[in-house]
């Protein structure tokens, strides 16, 4: 069982930066990839980006690509995720995401903080 806090989120104004960390407490952290997953008001959660176990790997929307970038550091039981030129409609809250995929495209775990606001004003 893993537990995931988010923190550094807050108002910052549109072209600025911010990044947000999620401390995770459990075992095996370093065997679960991560991700960053945010809700805006009136719409469905979505994946921003996420990272393999072994950093080796990662992945980021369209709307987030050359912004925003995503890290970890197994040794910390730490994720980060950097926030540059951020847009107003960056605004929603972001959560954190710890999971092992399966050989089928699912997950076998799958645990969430809580999430932390970000709001961007123009």
């Known amino acids: 069982q893993l537990t995931l806090v988010e923190s550094g989120g807050g108002l910052v104004q549109a072209g600025g930066s911010l990044k947000v960390s999620c401390a995770v407490t459990?075992?095996?952290?370093?065997?679960?990839?991560m991700a960053w997953y945010r809700q805006a008001p009136g719409k469905e959660r979505e994946l921003v980006t996420s990272i393999t176990w072994n950093s080796r790997n990662t992945y980021y929307a369209d709307s987030v690509k050359g912004r925003f970038a995503i890290s970890r550091d197994n040794a910390k039981n730490m994720v980060y995720l950097q926030m540059n030129s951020l847009k107003p409609e960056d605004t929603a809250i972001y959560y954190c995401n710890a999971y092992q995929p399966d050989d089928g495209g699912g997950r076998l775990n799958d645990y969430w903080g809580q999430g932390t606001q970000v709001t961007v004003s123009a």
């Open positions: 459990g075992p095996h952290f370093s065997s679960h990839d």
